[in-house]
């Protein structure tokens, strides 16, 4: 919603037209103009940087009238090093602050370029080896990316009436502020020939309007057109006093003046001719070694091409020569820049000092039990069945022998305790469960104890209940105790029985097997789909179905105490005191790590 209604006020109002035109021409006085596109579009930012040129040549047209300046020479002289100029002032508007200085000697000012090849010099560095009081930056440069290193002027440098730097020809006008001997602020566009002609022995370049022209000042209306930035200006008064003037921008305590601006506060100083410097980030007063503004850069005072200075002894420095001989010139930029380089280089390091993320983990899916899954049950007449899911149809136990009768003979499918291959036999007369009678031969009470101890408690409730492999047991001890001891030799009661016999197989730890047809399911006497047999180990040879169940029983017993198996002498059969709540007491144990249910 606010942004809609800020969009809305900026592109639908006139206010707002205002406020986009002012910043594009902000963006315009820059060295990246062509970004103003973003506020106005890039017909009118074309259209405003076409009238931001016509009036810059427009304020240098008029000619600089040299006698209106009045110089004081006998008390020029009389002044000392500590009067070369004033205190710093403050100075400041509704949306600025900066520093101004006087300088009562213009003679004493020169213009000073770097000593080394291959780059430019702060100010601080150029005040403290010339041992003046006081300077400010000077003309313009190639900057890239805002990155530049200060070694490439725009335009024309003149020191000690040496044309230190010309990328032009000598008959070629350019925007210049220069000194004469006498020390007359010139401001204007004109060629090297015309300022040998006029005197002129210090100047630099920098393409801006005049503020000041012979008293006059050349911003009539608006605000000049640059929006708001940094600015460094110089003025001079009728006596010759000059004036520094540098305003901090870019900052919240300091946005940035206008041209209008800077023109009216020197007009207010009495200034006769102004104006500009280079601005922006380039923008600084140096006093006495100290930086008394605030750079806009992030990385504090730039290294530049060219600054004006405040010497007492301006005739005792000698230029120093550095772009002679050189047939290209490298501006520089971010690929070279000391301190950015030094920038980069420490967030790279924080980034690898600190902890990185580590990898969110994927946990690996569960590898879920293998499931006995069977076709849910057609609809029918009574004795409905369905097809069991194919599954190995070994013994529960490899290589294990299969139980005997003590008379030798292979034990029925009692108890899981059955071979694989045995198929059940038909359910007994008036079994209402549906339940398979045990073939011949009796499950032996070690058949399936050790499954049935360990897991008959708890799976035989929660399995038998839900897969139907445990015809629908809620009690897992009973369920555990039974599957191991069952008798074979007794058919249970119709629909109330111990329950019948698993299908051939078992289920072995982690691993499911079906049972054979013919097996019984949960439910009040309906015949019911056979469920998937648990694998149980198979009993040793010799083993009797009279015999006491050792593990499976004894587990049931020491659990639940009420459930405990009660021993029938005459039928050789252990059977249980209770039912399930479906009327069939569950017979099936599940083993540990076996398929649960769905």
């Known amino acids: 919603m606010l942004t809609f209604a800020t969009s809305s006020f900026l592109y639908l109002t006139p206010p707002g037209l205002a406020i986009r035109e002012f910043l594009a021409q902000t963006v315009i006085s820059t060295q990246h103009r062509d970004w103003a596109w973003i506020f106005v579009g890039a017909d009118k930012r074309d259209y405003m940087v076409k009238m931001s040129h016509q009036f810059t040549e427009t304020s240098a047209?008029?000619?600089?009238?040299?006698?209106?300046?009045?110089?004081?020479?006998?008390?020029?002289?009389?002044?000392?090093?500590?009067?070369?100029?004033?205190?710093?002032?403050?100075?400041?508007?509704?949306?600025?602050?900066?520093?101004?200085?006087?300088?009562?000697?213009?003679?004493?000012?020169?213009?000073?370029?770097?000593?080394?090849?291959?780059?430019?010099?702060?100010?601080?560095?150029?005040?403290?080896?010339?041992?003046?009081?006081?300077?400010?930056?000077?003309?313009g440069f190639v900057d890239p990316d805002g990155l530049g290193n200060g070694f490439a002027p725009i335009g024309l440098i003149l020191s000690g009436n040496e044309a230190v730097f010309a990328d032009v020809e000598p008959t070629t006008a350019q925007h210049i502020i220069g000194f004469t001997k006498e020390g007359t602020l010139v401001v204007g566009k004109y060629s090297l020939?015309?300022?040998?002609?006029?005197?002129?022995?210090?100047?630099?370049?920098?393409?801006?309007?005049?503020?000041?022209?012979?008293?006059?000042?050349?911003?009539?209306?608006?605000?000049?057109?640059?929006?708001?930035?940094?600015?460094?200006?110089?003025g001079q008064k009728e006596d010759g006093t000059l004036i520094f003037v540098?305003?901090?921008?870019?900052?919240t305590t300091s946005v940035g003046a206008t041209l209008k601006e800077v023109q009216d506060l020197l007009l207010k100083e009495g200034a006769i001719n102004a104006g500009m410097m280079d601005g922006g980030a380039s923008s600084?007063?140096?006093?006495?070694?100290?930086?008394?503004?605030?750079?806009?850069?992030?990385?504090?005072?730039?290294?530049?091409?060219?600054?004006?200075?405040?010497?007492?002894?301006?005739?005792?420095?000698?230029?120093?020569?550095?772009?002679?001989?050189?047939?290209?010139?490298?501006?520089?930029?971010?690929?070279?820049?000391?301190?950015?380089?030094?920038?980069?280089?420490?967030?790279?390091?924080?980034?690898?000092?600190?902890?990185?993320?580590?990898?969110?983990?994927?946990?690996?899916?569960?590898?879920?039990?293998?499931?006995?899954?069977?076709?849910?049950?057609?609809?029918?007449?009574g004795g409905d069945k369905t097809t069991p899911p194919k599954t190995d149809t070994g013994t529960g136990s490899a290589g294990s022998k299969p139980a005997t009768t003590p008379g030798g003979a292979p034990a029925g499918n009692a108890g899981g305790a059955g071979s694989g291959g045995t198929k059940p036999d038909t359910p007994a007369a008036g079994s209402g469960n549906g339940q398979t009678a045990p073939s011949n031969g009796?499950?032996?009470?070690?058949?399936?104890?050790?499954?049935?101890?360990?897991?008959?408690t708890t799976n035989g409730t929660t399995n038998g209940a839900t897969n139907g492999a445990t015809n629908g047991a809620t009690n897992g001890t009973t369920n555990g105790t039974t599957n191991g001891t069952?008798?074979?030799?007794?058919?249970?009661?119709?629909?109330?029985?111990?329950?019948?016999?698993?299908a051939a197989g078992a289920v072995e730890t982690g691993k499911s097997e079906a049972a054979q047809p013919g097996t019984s399911s949960s439910g009040g006497g309906q015949p019911a789909t056979p469920p998937a047999a648990p694998k149980t180990d198979t009993a040793q040879p010799g083993a009797t179905g009279a015999a006491t169940p050792t593990t499976g029983a004894a587990s049931g017993a020491a659990t639940n105490p009420q459930n405990a198996p009660s021993v029938n002498s005459a039928t050789n059969t252990v059977s249980t005191s209770s039912t399930s709540a479906s009327g069939v007491s569950g017979t099936t144990e599940v083993a540990t790590g076996a398929a649960q249910p769905k």
């Open 61 to 139: 047209l008029e000619k600089q009238d040299l006698n209106l300046i009045k110089h004081d020479l006998v008390q020029r002289k009389a002044r000392s090093v500590d009067e070369l100029i004033s205190e710093p002032i403050d100075i400041s508007g509704q949306f600025w602050k900066g520093k101004m200085i006087y300088v009562y000697d213009p003679t004493s000012v020169r213009v000073v370029v770097p000593n080394k090849v291959g780059e430019g010099e702060r100010i601080s560095s150029m005040v403290k080896r010339t041992g003046a009081v006081a300077g400010i930056n000077g003309g």
């Open 193 to 234: 020939f015309e300022l040998q002609a006029m005197g002129v022995t210090d100047a630099v370049s920098f393409l801006a309007p005049r503020l000041i022209a012979n008293g006059n000042p050349q911003i009539t209306s608006g605000d000049g057109g640059w929006g708001r930035a940094p600015r460094t200006a110089v």
């Open 246 to 251: 540098v305003i901090d921008g870019r900052q």
């Open 284 to 381: 600084e007063l140096v006093v006495k070694g100290d930086v008394l503004t605030k750079p806009s850069s992030r990385y504090g005072e730039r290294r530049l091409p060219s600054g004006l200075v405040v010497i007492d002894e301006p005739e005792t420095y000698k230029v120093d020569r550095v772009w002679d001989g050189l047939d290209k010139i490298n501006p520089g930029g971010a690929f070279d820049h000391p301190d950015f380089l030094k920038e980069q280089a420490e967030l790279k390091k924080q980034q690898q000092n600190q902890p990185q993320n580590p990898p969110k983990k994927t946990e690996p899916e569960k590898s879920q039990p293998e499931k006995t899954t069977q076709e849910p049950a057609k609809p029918g007449t």
């Open 442 to 456: 009796a499950a032996t009470g070690g058949t399936g104890a050790p499954n049935g101890a360990t897991n008959g």
């Open 486 to 502: 069952s008798s074979g030799n007794t058919a249970p009661a119709a629909g109330g029985g111990s329950g019948g016999a698993p």
